[in-house]
């Protein structure tokens, strides 16, 4: 599921592809799920023959600010994916990467013709992903409604602590609460707090002083380290649990990075899918129980 880091990317690349271009045409999906409270067709009327100025993001929500009327907002929901033809975009871990030259990309909800020839879009095959118009998305909801953006306007770690001590719900909750942190999902709550070394299941108003300053602290740096690589999953630290997250299925932790031995597994116990993290390896000789905790790992 895209979270912060893959829509930042996204952002990053419809802002390079349709910056200060006009829209000469526009293609859309006869979709009244992925289109929300506007038209399929009205939708295509309000953008052609408008120009992108520029391409923001808060949390997970991507919007187009236009030199007039309202400004075409996406959400990629759980398969969502922005496309710029003839470039490669983002793969996400178990789906398919496809041809950028293959157009339109499949279950295209939504393309942009570009004045010079430039044509983005967006595909979303589970159909969880929104397209909306808003004239002023940052002060609308669901945006307004938002907790700080992580990369953005991440707070002090004094006011992060006042936040916290306000919260009493599992701390992983906490961190999955759009209206607390804007853009965090599931494999970066899991990673921050495995870098924290903080279970899942502690209340956050509970955390110790220590703890919140880490949780602060890793909540910053896994989100600036996979944005700095354009959320390339090949390209996260070998010490993050995201990559025994996917071991079993994916090229990301693949045979050969581990000559001679078996690829890591996953024990899953119900309160925490990757909260514990087995080696086949490592149990052999003893090791056993790869355990969250800062003495587990290198620094994030």
């Known amino acids: 599921m895209p979270e912060l880091p893959e829509v930042e990317y996204s952002r990053r690349c419809a802002q390079r592809a349709l910056a200060s271009k006009r829209i000469s045409a526009v293609k859309v999906a006869n ?4 289109f ?3 038209q399929p067709k009205r939708f295509a009327k309000l953008m052609t023959g408008r120009k992108v100025k520029r391409c923001r993001r808060w949390g997970k929500q991507l919007w187009f600010e236009m030199d007039k009327g309202p400004c075409p907002t996406l959400h990629l929901g759980m398969t969502g994916s922005v496309h710029i033809k003839g470039k ?26 570009m004045s010079d020839g430039t044509c ?13 118009c ?41 961190l999955l609460d759009q ?13 921050v707090l495995y870098q924290a070394g903080i279970h899942p299941k502690e209340r956050a108003a509970k955390l110790s002083p220590k703890a919140v300053k880490a949780l602060h602290r890793h909540l910053g740096a896994v989100v600036k380290r996979a944005v700095k690589v354009n959320a390339d999953a090949a390209k996260f630290p070998r010490t993050w649990l995201f990559h025994y997250r996917w071991a079993l299925t994916s090229s990301v932790q693949g045979q050969e990075e581990y000559p001679g031995r078996q690829r890591p597994t996953l024990e899953v116990p119900d309160f925490w899918r990757p909260h514990f993290c087995i080696c086949p390896c490592c149990a052999e000789a003893g090791g056993g129980r790869r355990q969250a905790g800062p003495e587990a790992r290198g620094p994030t």
């Open 31 to 34: 979709d009244r799920v992925v």
């Open 36 to 38: 929300e409270k506007v």
């Open 88 to 113: 490669r975009g983002l793969k996400y871990v178990r789906l398919k990467e496809e041809d950028p030259n293959t157009w339109p990309p499949r279950f295209c909800k939504l393309e942009l013709q």
């Open 120 to 132: 983005f879009a967006m595909s979303d095959p589970r159909r969880f992903g929104r397209i909306s």
């Open 134 to 174: 808003r004239n002023d998305p940052l002060h609308e909801p669901p945006v307004s409604r938002m907790g700080f953006d992580p990369l953005i306007k991440m707070p002090t770690a004094a006011d992060f602590a006042a936040q916290l001590r306000k919260r009493m719900a599992d701390i992983k909750a906490v």
């Open 179 to 191: 209206s607390f942190a804007a853009g965090v999902g599931n494999w970066v709550a899991d990673e």
